[in-house]
């Protein structure tokens, strides 16, 4: 079956470090995306990306980096400049083209930092 | 610019009686509107979505959405709540017309639906 899949589902980073959280799709979809979801805020875009080799910042991408060297994957890297990184954290995709599409979301990975 | 509004954070319903959840947005031109549900520590699941054609759309798990253009709405409806249908609850505008956001979904802040026996 066709999905994203997230990994780890829970993770756990001490102060100072830098951590990544995978983000894998087979569903051929163009456009990937990376959401940070808190109580009562709703979700957040952090960055995504419509292309191979091509991502653009979203409203939260301080403290946070991306890359995008294959259509599949779309991995995020929470850097120890995200000074408040407990949240979490969804990935999803889309058809690039038409927009008439919508999203297909990831189950989320839950980042604690101890 | 685009943006949507979903005005309560909770909605408390009685098993079995009707739930409506609220959403209103705003758009330069005709959008495209979607609702999405999630349950504890999941990914956000697709419920139904609006494009064009019959204001009135059905969805997954006996849920549907009216599109309302001249109130800038697009409620999601159910005639009887269950206590499974307990969960978050967004909706999210895309405008296709926004060349600004490069056809990005905008995402309500969610409403908290809670079904009691």
């Known amino acids: 079956d066709g999905g994203i899949t997230q990994s780890p589902k829970y993770l756990f980073r001490k102060e100072g470090q830098n951590v990544t959280l995978s983000c894998e799709q087979n569903?051929?979809?163009?456009?990937m995306y990376w959401y940070r979801q808190d109580p009562g805020q709703g979700l957040r875009l952090i960055y995504y990306s419509q292309i191979v080799n091509d991502f653009q910042k979203g409203d939260i991408a301080e403290g946070y980096s991306v890359s995008r060297e294959k259509k599949e994957s779309f991995p995020l890297t929470v850097t120890s400049a995200q000074k408040n990184p407990t949240a979490f954290y969804l990935c999803?995709?889309?058809?690039?083209?038409?927009?008439?599409?919508?999203?297909?979301f990831g189950s989320g990975t839950r980042l604690t930092v101890v | 610019a685009q943006s949507v509004a979903q005005p309560e954070d909770q909605v408390n319903v009685a098993e079995g009686n009707p739930l409506t959840v609220k959403c209103t947005y705003s758009v330069s031109g005709n959008p495209y509107l979607f609702w999405y549900v999630q349950y504890p520590n999941r990914g956000l699941q697709f419920l139904l979505k609006y494009i064009t054609g019959d204001n009135l759309v059905k969805g997954s798990y006996g849920f549907e959405a009216e599109f309302n253009k001249s109130q800038t709405s697009f409620h999601l409806k159910k005639p009887s709540a269950l206590v499974s249908d307990s969960a978050l609850y967004f909706c999210?505008?895309?405008?296709?017309?926004?060349?600004?956001?490069?056809?990005?979904?905008?995402f309500g802040k969610g409403t908290k639906l809670s079904v009691k026996p």
């Open positions: 569903l051929n979809h163009d456009a």
């Open positions: 999803a995709s889309s058809r690039g083209n038409p927009i008439a599409y919508g999203y297909t």
């Open positions: 999210a505008v895309r405008d296709p017309q926004d060349g600004g956001s490069q056809g990005n979904l905008i």
